[in-house]
């Protein structure tokens, strides 16, 4: 079975200063691992995906995730935040295995100050 | 881009009634996956269609049920409404071509509202 904790219900950052969104997986399979972003009121879009490619993803907007097999972690980072980054953010595990769905963390709540 | 499109968009329903919700798939879609997002909560799965062919069941009540039909569009046909089925309804869908890893797309969702 597979499972996803992320570390951090709420993070607050200033503006133009680093996000970190931390994820960290279980999975009996080797696993396709996305982020997806909510904005409130609004749908789940997808910011970037690994499928046992390369370990450093590059997603929209500037965000990018390293998958790490040792630490079973998929961290979700961006340079530098912007006003409009404030959303919910997921991390997302997909095992395969004959299982359609997918499996969400229960979400981190990014806030940006001004 | 075409996106997955869900119909309709809000819904307020009484309980004990029936509530149907549509999903047409991003063209050359062939797999379609229905989830629930109750207030505060993370999405949960609920059933899949491959092919018009149920693939998957996950957390999906026996009042509920869906098809998918020959266009690929599906429905998700939900009876006897209770007030804990107030949530937001996601329908996704991706090619399943390259089998079930394939990213999934999800439609802006469809919020009921039980009364």
């Known amino acids: 079975a597979q499972s996803v904790t992320q570390l951090d219900s709420h993070v607050s950052v200033s503006e133009g200063t680093p996000v970190l969104l931390r994820c960290n997986y279980s999975?009996?399979?080797?696993?396709?691992l996305f982020w997806y972003v909510q904005h409130p009121n609004k749908g789940l879009q997808l910011l970037l995906k690994?499928?046992?490619?390369?370990?450093l993803v590059k997603g929209i907007n500037g965000f990018e995730a390293e998958f790490k097999k040792s630490e079973t972690s998929f961290h979700l980072t961006k340079p530098s935040a912007h006003m409009s980054d404030a959303a919910e953010y997921f991390c997302?595990?997909?095992?395969?295995?004959?299982?359609?769905?997918?499996?969400f963390g229960k979400g981190t709540h990014l806030i940006i100050q001004p | 881009a075409a996106g997955v499109i869900q119909s309709p968009r809000h819904l307020i329903k009484e309980k004990r009634e029936t509530a149907t919700l549509k999903c047409y798939p991003i063209p050359r879609h062939d797999t379609v996956y229905w989830y629930q997002q109750g207030p505060g909560q993370d999405p949960q799965f609920l059933i899949s269609f491959y092919e018009k062919m149920q693939s998957d069941k996950g957390s999906i009540p026996d009042r509920f049920s869906a098809q998918q039909f020959s266009d690929y569009h599906s429905e998700l046909n939900m009876s006897s409404l209770e007030l804990g089925d107030s949530a937001l309804y996601f329908c996704?869908?991706?090619?399943?071509?390259?089998?079930?890893?394939?990213?999934?797309?999800f439609g802006p969702g469809t919020r009921l509202t039980v009364l």
């Open positions: 996704a869908s991706s090619p399943r071509g390259a089998g079930v890893r394939d990213t999934q797309y």
């Open positions: 690994y499928t046992s490619a390369a370990t």
């Open positions: 999975s009996s399979y080797s696993p396709s």
């Open positions: 997302v595990v997909s095992s395969g295995g004959g299982a359609d769905g997918l499996t």
